[in-house]
């Protein structure tokens, strides 16, 4: 897999619309903390495994034309207070999609502007971390994949 991949205007302007008022008024967040540094602290959401994310999930693959197998997904909610950890994921391939907000995306020391409606896949073993907005929040959404080959 290369670095990664973007998908900018990734869902219709009605579904995003509809995705800000489903993750941020009605998905349940709660503190997670980092595993690497005690100080560290995240809201992870975990909305149901309804429609909605399949439908996403099921876009992905048709945008991305790769077959992929979910293992988990969550939201993650960040204010401008909580600095994160660079770390890598588990599985093959990491779905990043940014719903709302701000605060820049690094891959491998790499910062990639957060825009609203971007999808990101990137090799989940490569690190990376989200930074925190300036003001307000920044809501992405993450699907944590393996590639079927065949």
């Not at 990664?4 to 509809?18: S, W």
């Not at 975990?46 to 099921?58: E, Q, R």
């Not at 909580?82 to 907000?101: Q, R, S």
């Not at 825009?115 to 989200?130: Q, S």
Request: proline fraction near 5%; include cysteine; aromatic fraction near 14%.
């Amino acid at each position: 897999m290369k670095s990664c991949e973007i998908y900018d205007n990734f869902l219709e302007p009605d579904l995003l619309d509809y995705c800000h008022k489903y993750f941020r008024n009605d998905t349940l967040f709660k503190f997670q903390k980092s595993d690497k540094v005690d100080s560290n602290f995240f809201l992870m959401g975990l909305p149901p495994h309804d429609c909605l994310i399949d439908f996403i999930f099921f876009k992905i693959k048709i945008v991305s034309q790769r077959k992929l197998e979910l293992l988990r997904f969550y939201t993650n909610l960040q204010f401008s207070n909580m600095n994160t950890d660079i770390h890598t994921d588990d599985g093959k391939v990491t779905c990043l999609f940014m719903i709302a907000g701000q605060g820049d995306f690094e891959l491998d020391n790499e910062r990639i502007p957060f825009k609203e409606n971007r999808l990101i896949l990137f090799d989940a073993g490569t690190p990376h971390k989200g930074h925190p907005p300036d003001t307000g929040y920044r809501i992405t959404l993450a699907y944590k994949t393996n590639e079927i080959f065949n």
